[in-house]
């Protein structure tokens, strides 16, 4: 993933977030903040965490301040990927209070978001430290934020699956529905001569037979421990070189 197409998206996200909270562009569409507090009046605010967190967003919300609000003044504390203990200030903004008050919202709202993300993507990931085993994204993401949720998940120390369907061949559970079942959805792949692929299996007989057919990669879609304990042991089994993606009911409790 691009980080200047990124920002791109970002901004204009958070711009959008701007606009609908103030149903508009103008300043003067927060009414509260317009009635009761004066243009002269200027603050220094520090935005603070209420919980260890691995934060992500706060170079967005830097290029956002920049290239909209030149005329704040923002100091960051931390980077994008930094764990900030609890209680910690992460950045400070400095310039006309109206303006502070207005943009407030619109910024936790885009940082507690994608910081939330990679705050969990970490505790996954720090369970699997003494593992060869990586932990993927989805395509399970909000409309619109698919690039920036996923960069979330990296983040917290997640790899990149696929961004969508055009990535790469990704056999699901529909797909050998509609062709009538795994054995006729192999007998298709050999047809048409499709080696590099990946295929979702629900059942070990399924994985017994997409390993013999030849696949190299092979989901395991909503298995119990057992269940996938026994498939790597035909694997095993059977000498070959397969990958394994675990999916489907994971959580922190069993990983």
Excluded: W
């Excluded at 048409?192 to 299996?201: A, D, G, S």
């Excluded at 989901?219 to 042991?233: A, R, V």
């Amino acid at each position: 993933m691009n980080l200047n197409e990124l920002t791109k998206i970002a901004v204009k996200k958070i711009e959008a977030d701007l606009f609908d909270d103030l149903n508009g562009k103008s300043l003067k569409n927060d009414i509260t903040s317009n009635i009761l507090i004066s243009k002269k009046t200027k603050i220094t605010a520090h935005l603070k965490v209420r919980e260890e967190i691995v934060l992500c967003g706060i170079h967005f919300v830097q290029n956002f301040i920049f290239e909209r609000f030149p005329e704040l003044k923002l100091k960051l504390f931390y980077k994008d990927g930094q764990i900030v203990g609890k209680s910690s200030a992460i950045l400070e903004i400095s310039g006309e209070c109206k303006k502070v008050f207005m943009l407030e919202r619109s910024v936790i709202n885009f940082l507690q978001h994608l910081s939330s993300i990679s705050t969990y993507t970490s505790r996954f990931v720090l369970l699997l430290k003494k593992s060869h085993t990586k932990l993927l994204n989805t395509r399970k993401t909000i409309t619109g934020l698919r690039k920036l949720q996923k960069y979330a998940t990296t983040v917290g120390g997640a790899k990149n699956h696929r961004m969508g369907l055009h990535d790469e061949i990704l056999i699901k559970d529909n797909h050998i529905e509609v062709l009538g079942g795994i054995d006729n959805t192999l007998k298709v792949l050999k047809e048409k001569n499709i080696k590099n692929y990946k295929i979702e299996c629900e059942t070990i007989e399924e994985v017994k037979k997409s390993m013999l057919a030849g696949a190299k990669y092979i989901l395991l879609d909503n298995m119990s421990p057992l269940e996938i304990k026994k498939s790597i042991g035909l694997k095993e089994k059977y000498n070959f070189l397969t990958t394994f993606e675990i999916t489907g009911g994971i959580n922190l409790k069993n990983f």
